[in-house]
Every structure is written in C-alpha cells, then in structure tokens.
Nanobody, 116 residues
Framework: QVQLVESGGGLVQAGGSLRLSCAASGSIFSINVMGWYRQAPGKQRELVAAISRTGTTNYADSVKGRFTIYRDNAKNTVYLQMNSLKPEDTDVYYC??????????WGQGTQVTVSS
C-alpha cells in the first residue's frame, strides 16, 4: 500500500507563501488525478486543487489565482505552491488521489496557519 507523507506547512503571516510537498512511497504515475485537500476541525475535508497525469489543473474558487499544484511523477511527489495566503486558508492540508477517489490511506497532513 502506498503511503503519503505531507510536509511544508507552518506559520506564516497573511500575504506570505508556503510550498507543500506530498511524497508517495510508491509510483503515482498511473494515478489519473492527484489532489490536495484541506480540513478544519469539525468541518468536512474539501478538495482545493487537482492535477491530472497530463498536467491539467483545477482549483476551488477560494484558491484560484493564488495556489498552484504540480506533480513530479519521476519523484512520486505532488506539490502545492500557496501564495497570497489568507487567514481563512488555515487548515490541515492532505494529499490523495482524486480519480480514482481517495485510493490511499490518509497521511498525517501538514498544518498551515496564517496569521492576520
């Protein structure tokens, strides 16, 4: 079973940037669409960014124009570049497959905290 390890989170001021990484222990080349999700305590996990094997991307309206997702299939890693961060982006961020949906066990996530 492939394991996912997210990293790169931290505390940043509003307007700052972070780059998240998701390293898979096995190949993600065959996964059609990978994505980044986020979840606040007591709320449902939401998909914020997705990328296909061919590089087509999709974003939630709340992050469009600020976040960029990209993947390196050779390194089995998916990244999320987050710019112009807002306090409402504060969440735990996770990666997983989108298509097919959530194939792998959820990792521990990485905490992103944006101060105003």
């Amino acid at each position: 079973q492939v394991q996912l390890v997210e990293s790169g989170g931290g505390l940043v001021q509003a307007g700052g940037s972070l780059r998240l990484s998701c390293a898979a222990s096995g190949s993600i080349f065959s996964i059609n669409v990978m994505g980044w999700y986020r979840q606040a305590p007591g709320k449902q996990r939401e998909l914020v960014a997705a990328i296909s094997r061919t590089g087509t991307t999709n974003y939630a309206d709340s992050v469009k124009g600020r976040f960029t997702i990209y993947r390196d299939n050779a390194k089995n890693t998916v990244y999320l570049q987050m710019n112009s961060l807002k306090p409402e982006d504060t969440d735990v961020y996770y990666c997983n497959t989108v298509i097919p949906p959530q194939v792998y066990a959820w990792g521990q996530g990485t905490q992103v905290t944006v101060s105003s």
